[in-house]
């Protein structure tokens, strides 16, 4: 197992570095340049060399990289052009408390609210409570965050008043971006629950069961949960890191600071280091987030843990 | 005496989005304690699927009982409700399945799943149950029994898990043991070895067996009684030697020269039943099979044969049964051509 997870860190390293690698050639690339901020008030050819000297633009490439990839080990990821009062790596994690909190909470809710609906509609599939479920998926799935944040803030703030439109106060300040966040992401959690039940439940194994005299419940409880919850964790676990990092969306509709804008902003303000900061952390937290779920794959199912075993 | 099982006039039948699929067609056949019957028939003929129905494991929707009876010592299991079946799946009636490789749950140990088996049926306790595993893993000659209890299906071969699969079944001690074409997925030389142990446990054990195949070379090893279906319905019925030596019904006996020997001269070429197996949804009035028959009357495609006696304890389903008697070889040589004239 510890074999198996070093040797998973290292494919990950060298994921990450062709990441960097790409990311960095990629955002180079890319007409422009940080210097070209204010077009108006264009900066002169000696301002502009001025500025490469100053942040070692102007070096080659490959020595670019270099200097940059030697720093990104140690940690240092520089300080964004845009706020040089702060590093990148303390940005990020100014911002990734209100990410973490919006983002995880909405994950929960949308897990919480799609399984349950995914087991309702598996356990009387094909009734008309299992057709409007289906029908709830497909149509919430595809109500952007932003309009149902919009929808949200305005009746249940401005005309009722009972939660605040925005803003970082308490929990209550919360439960309006939670929703917006969450809920279009139950419709695929809904499906997909319903989808892995209803293949465990009509497996050979189950109808084995059955023979055998179990007891509905019981078949239920110890056969198809347990085999429909390997594929459910592999799709769901990687829902978080992805949410946490957070919307721009959900940021900008409800006033909420975050790690969303800064990370789209990066990029139209040609902020390099903020970039690629912003990307290395959030590449390190999917892959991480899918180790995570392997691992935990191997515990649920003993197929993966003893081919792993004997290899 | 009554006998075990009495089936009578079974219609079972799947509402799917093309149609009704007329899987069973009102089968009748009784099974005295102790006996073996095989029921042969190809694929969709409905032999599994009238099993199913004997232990309510037809799925409804989209399945649905249209009709019959199944009396277990008496008792109709058709018209016993969802909580009713506790006492009789896996503990009267047990059922081995056709594919061994996903008839096991992947993430349970096998001790566990047959342990289950008993602590369900014959409330043992989880360590007597243990007990009860290994015994029966060593019947069915499972090595290192104990040991092997903590393995996954995934751990043993596709002829390991089918005598897995028998030992959950004979654990219980049940009285009936269906056997679902528990041979189909295996090697040869497995299949010979797996027929071989459930002989001796039906003798060991007292069993009533009934096992379905579509290799009649299974059969003849094990059973004294066959039942040949064919579209749902029982096509012919009786003693296996007879049927074996004189079969009566076109259909058994196109099936019976369609089985070739292990010696195959090679300029002979391997006979088969022309035509195609009939569509279940838009099954011929008449008898099933009249379209690919080489005896084919217009009768056979108006009324449906119902089943003669044509020996002692041996029936057939055939309009024509006499035509047949007369001119056996038709129905090897001429089947194929009249079926390939019918399709040009």
Redesign the interface.
Known sequence: MISYIIRRLLGIAVTIIFLSLGTFALSRTVPGGPWMKNAEIPMSDKEVAAFKEKYGLDKPFFVQYGIWFWNAIRLDFGRPFTAPELTVTQLIFKQLPYSITIGGLAACLAIFIGVILGMIGAARS?STLDNVIVSYSVVVGTIPSFVLGFLLAYFLAAKLHWLPAGGWGGPRNWVLPVIAYGIPYTGGVALWTRQCLLEAM????V??????????R?VMA??VL??AL?PMITSFLPMFPGMMTGSIFIERVFGLPGLGQYFVQSSSNRDYPLVLGITMFWAILIALTYLLTDILYGV????VR?TEKRS | MTPLLDVQQVEVAFYTKDGVVRAVNGISYTLEKGDTLGIVGESGSGKSVSLLAM?G?I?T?PGKIMGGKILYEGKDLLQLK??Q???????QI??I?Q?PM????????IGNQID??TI??LGLTSKQARQRTVEVLTQVGIPRAAERCND?P??FSGGMRQRV?IA??IS?NPQLLIADEPTTALDVTIQAQIIELVKRLQKQMGMTVIWVTHDLGVVARLTKKIIVMYGGSIMESGPIKPIYARPKHPYTIGLLASVPGATINRSDELHYIGGNPPDMIRLPAGCAFAPRCAYQTEQCLREKPGLIEVGKDHTAACWNLKTVEQNPVLAKSESRRAAGSQRG
């Open positions: 094909n009509t497996s050979d194994y109808r084995t069961a059955y023979a055998k005299g179990v007891k509905e019981m110890k056969h347990r085999n390997i649920i199912d003993p197929r003893l | 232990l494991l799925p929707p969802r909580d079946w506790s006492g009789i799946r896996g503990k047990a059922m399945f594919d996903t008839s096991l749950n992947p993430v349970m140990t289950e088996a369900v049926n996954f995934h751990q699969m959950m079944g219980c």
